[in-house]
C-alpha cells in the first residue's frame, strides 16, 4: 500500500497549486481519500473528503468554496485544486486512504504561500 504526494510548492497569496496523491497496492476505487494538513506548532487537521461510495465531497470550512477535491478511480489518484491561496494555508498537506478502521498515509508535500 503507498500513497505519493506531489505537486507543492511555494506561491504567492492568490495564487493556485494542485496537488494529486498517486495510490497503489489496494483497490482505489473501494476507499474514501482525504486530505489533511499540519502547519508548524499545530495538528493535523482534515481539509476534504470524497467518498468511495455516492461521491461524496466535505470540506473544512477554512477551504470551503477555495478548494475541491476530484479523485480519478482509472488513475488511481486523488486530487485538491487549491485557489485563492492564503498565507494560512501554509502546511505539509497529507492524503489519506480509508475504509472502515483501516487507513493509511502519504509521506507530504509541502505548500509554502507567501509573497
Known amino acids: 500500500v503507498q500513497l505519493v504526494e506531489s505537486g507543492g510548492g511555494l506561491v504567492q497569496p492568490g495564487g493556485s497549486l494542485r496537488l494529486s496523491c498517486a495510490a497503489s497496492?489496494?483497490?482505489?476505487?473501494?476507499?474514501?481519500m482525504s486530505w489533511f494538513r499540519q502547519a508548524p506548532g499545530k495538528e493535523r487537521e482534515f481539509v476534504a473528503t470524497?467518498?468511495?461510495?455516492?461521491?461524496?465531497?466535505n470540506y473544512a470550512n477554512s477551504v470551503k468554496g477555495r478548494f475541491t477535491i476530484s479523485r480519478d478511480n482509472v488513475k488511481n489518484t486523488v486530487y485538491l485544486q487549491m485557489n485563492s491561496l492564503k498565507p494560512e494555508d501554509t502546511a505539509v498537506y497529507y492524503c489519506?486512504?480509508?475504509?472502515?478502521?483501516?487507513?493509511?498515509w502519504g509521506q507530504g508535500t509541502q505548500v509554502t504561500v507567501s509573497s
Open positions: 489519506k486512504g480509508s475504509r472502515g478502521s483501516y487507513e493509511f
Open positions: 497496492g489496494f483497490t482505489f476505487s473501494r476507499y474514501t
Open positions: 470524497y467518498t468511495s461510495s455516492g461521491g461524496i465531497t
